[in-house]
């Protein structure tokens, strides 16, 4: 097949496109009527902004609670975890925020595609360490919780550790660490294996960094496309 | 702010002009019919949320085309990422209402154009949907912000491409 003839055929979709344009014209002018812009905005900004008040939220609690427990290292620790992971995922919600408003669509194709992939990197970066570290961050957040809830509950400060096993507690301590790599690699295997269910697919390629991989080719991809190429008949 | 409602009229004239590359462009990346419309509406709204920027000394269809495929490759990203790619091209493949009476060979040929714009990378779609529009390298290097030689390079390597992936029996038999 030769492009000219590759035109023809895309010069008779134009008759073929006639018989639907007024449906189309009656479509644009519903759309422009409406307060689009609230409109992308709240689908572009509101997963983003329930990760940042999220964020704010933990860190004041996690503030407030490691000032008044910061001599007793059973509730520093736990604290400073969930302190650490919520500072962070608002670093990392706050600079996708930023990158998100900066792009300009009506920029060059391979610029803005460009940036897009790498807002999709670090939201595949994001979502990867969310997955691994959330038993790790879960469990402190529960210890920080318990103990909180159980001060405000008693009269008295009583320390809600006493009352858990302690090999109980060490144990979700190990389980959270050691889920890093290992849930990285049975990720790693079973993305190999999961065929057919494309919601678990896109999970655990998230998890094994094959998604991680895949954006990273395609900001190389449209990086080529803006680099210089030497020009060569054919 | 959206642009005020005196660039309505203004907005719908330049659009209602342009608007067959526009229902194209949704043509070559929306898979189904459902795709397309979404894909149309969002690319109004986007073309219409920028039209406030849009600097009216410049032409408007290389501004609209910037807008309108910067919104398709998205939107193909966004689907590719929820495992919808998978999901089969409509109406034979040709994405555009047959009528009965319609000449077989004619919705073949769309079918097969549809398919072999399936084939290409977002990038090289864009640039080939760009010169089937008749665009001049020179165009197609502004809207995707590449210069014109890596424009006629990519068009080159899409050349040698379709010969050998749509080969014409006649010139196997011959070769």
């Known amino acids: 097949m030769q492009l000219d003839e590759l035109q023809q055929q895309w010069q008779r979709l134009d008759q073929k496109l006639d018989q639907s344009l007024v449906l ?9 009527m409406q307060p689009v812009r609230r409109r992308i905005n709240r689908l572009a900004i509101w997963p983003a902004m329930i990760d940042l ?3 704010a939220g933990l860190l004041l609690l996690g503030a407030a609670f490691l000032s008044d427990h910061w001599r007793d290292w059973h509730h520093v620790a736990p604290a400073s975890v969930v302190l650490i992971g919520a500072i962070a995922l608002l670093v990392s919600s706050i600079r996708q925020l930023a990158r998100g408003a900066e792009l300009d ?86 993305a190999k294996r999961c065929h057919g269910h494309q919601w678990w697919e896109a999970v655990l390629d998230g998890i094994a960094g094959n998604s991680l991989k895949a954006a990273v080719l395609d900001v190389e991809h449209w990086a080529s496309l803006q680099r210089e190429s030497p020009s060569h008949s054919d | 702010m959206d642009p005020p409602p005196s660039d309505h009229e203004h907005f719908l004239s330049l659009l209602e002009s342009h608007q067959r590359p526009l229902v194209k462009v949704c043509w070559a990346y929306g898979r189904t019919s459902h795709d397309r419309d979404d894909l149309l509406q969002e690319i109004v709204g986007r073309l219409w949320v ?48 047959v009528a009965a009476t319609e000449d077989a060979t004619k919705v073949q040929q769309l079918r097969e154009l549809r398919e072999l714009l399936e084939q290409q990378s977002d990038a090289d779609r864009a640039i080939l949907l760009l010169y089937l529009e008749s665009h001049s390298y ?28 749509v080969q014409d029996p006649s010139e196997e038999e011959r070769e």
């Not at chain 1, 570290?133 to 809830?149: D, K, N, Y």
């Not at chain 2, 910037?66 to 398709?72: D, E, G, I, K, P």
């Not at chain 2, 290097?141 to 390079?153: D, P, R, Y």
């Open chain 1, 53 to 55: 008040v999220s964020c």
């Open chain 1, 105 to 190: 669509w009506c920029g060059p194709v391979a610029e803005i595609q460009s940036s897009l992939e790498r807002i999709r990197v670090a939201k595949i970066r994001q979502f990867k360490w969310i997955m691994l570290l959330a038993p790790l961050v879960g469990f402190c957040g529960l210890m920080v919780g318990l103990h909180w809830g159980v001060e405000r509950l008693s009269d008295d400060r009583v320390n809600s550790l006493d009352k858990l096993d302690s090999w109980w507690i060490v144990a979700n301590y190990a389980f959270g660490v050691l889920f890093v790599p290992l849930g990285y690699l049975v990720a790693s295997v079973l």
């Open chain 2, 138 to 165: 020179r165009e197609i290097g502004e809207v995707l912000g590449i210069s014109e030689s890596n424009v006629g390079t990519r068009m080159n390597r899409l050349k040698k491409s379709l010969r050998q992936s």
């Open chain 2, 50 to 97: 920028a039209f406030g920027k849009y600097d009216r000394s410049r032409r408007f269809s290389t501004w609209m085309f910037r807008v309108a495929l910067n919104v398709a490759i998205d939107f193909r990203r966004r689907q590719r990422r929820w495992g919808r790619e998978i999901a089969s091209l409509d109406e034979g493949g040709a994405g555009v209402p």
């Open chain 1, 24 to 32: 189309q014209t009656e479509l644009v002018r519903r759309v422009i």
